[in-house]
């Protein structure tokens, strides 16, 4: 696991895409957009269905790993309106056990508003706990320090020779921005204008790797709202991309 630090509470990396909170025993997911290869498919575009299992069976695999009882889920959870409905069986069977067994929180996005928790959980427009708010997209005058999906973001590398993109989490002062757990979901720029608009600055991207996390400072203007969290700071910090 590794560490990252967001408004005095400690969180750990435990995937790509996915944040554990020892506080709370929580794992924290956004945009599964579960049945995105079935909506694909309604348009035309044929592809290979299983996207949901596979984003289910990876957070299960996580619940294993990190013995969470709780799992918050934010936001954009299908990847449209009716696909809770048309759910594959196989996936919804996958989902009716973890909802089952641990306290699931689904939290409304804007691919899926009007999502009801057939499959089992508890369906809230947000979340607010230990001076933290959790939703789906980030509010530029969030009163509390909020974590977020909606925006995918991705951080673009130089590595041996070549660029790779990377999923990233968004730093600034007052707001984490999630990556995307879907199996099928694309990416945005970590340093473009709709996510700076949000976040402010200072800000970061961070890759959690298996034993540090990656840091590449934003591009963005200052707020001067506050420093990113001292201790923080004490984290390997890069500079530049090689």
């Not at 044929?46 to 695999?61: I, K, N, R, V």
């Not at 980030?138 to 020779?161: F, M, N, Q, T, W």
Request: aromatic content about 8%; overall charge negative.
């Amino acid at each position: 696991m590794v560490p990252l630090l967001f408004a005095n509470h400690r969180f750990d990396i435990v995937a790509p895409a996915a944040l554990f909170w020892p506080a709370r025993n929580a794992l924290l997911v956004a945009d599964l957009h579960l049945e995105k290869a079935s909506f694909y498919a309604r348009q035309g575009q044929m592809l290979p269905p299983y996207d949901s299992q596979a984003t289910l069976a990876e957070l299960a695999g996580l619940v294993a790993e990190t013995g969470a009882t709780t799992v918050f889920c934010l936001g954009d959870n299908y990847h449209d309106g009716e696909g809770e409905a048309r759910l594959e069986p196989e996936a919804a069977r996958q989902l009716v056990t973890m909802t089952g067994a641990l306290e699931w929180i689904w939290i409304t996005g804007n691919h899926d508003r009007d999502v009801a928790g057939t499959w089992g959980g508890q369906v809230v427009d947000e979340w607010t706990g230990e001076g933290l708010a959790l939703r789906h997209q980030a509010s530029a005058d969030s009163i509390l320090p909020e974590i977020s999906g909606h925006y995918h973001p991705k951080y673009r590398i130089a590595v041996r020779g070549r660029h790779v993109s990377r999923r990233c989490f968004v730093k600034g002062c007052h707001h984490l921005i999630m990556p995307a757990f879907g199996a099928l979901t694309g990416g945005m720029a970590a340093q473009d204008p709709a996510i700076e608009a949000c976040v402010g600055g200072p800000a970061e991207a961070i890759i959690g790797l298996k034993q540090k996390p990656v840091r590449f400072p934003l591009p963005f203007r200052e707020t001067g709202i506050e420093m990113i969290d001292q201790p923080q700071l004490a984290l390997p910090l890069a500079t530049t991309a090689r």
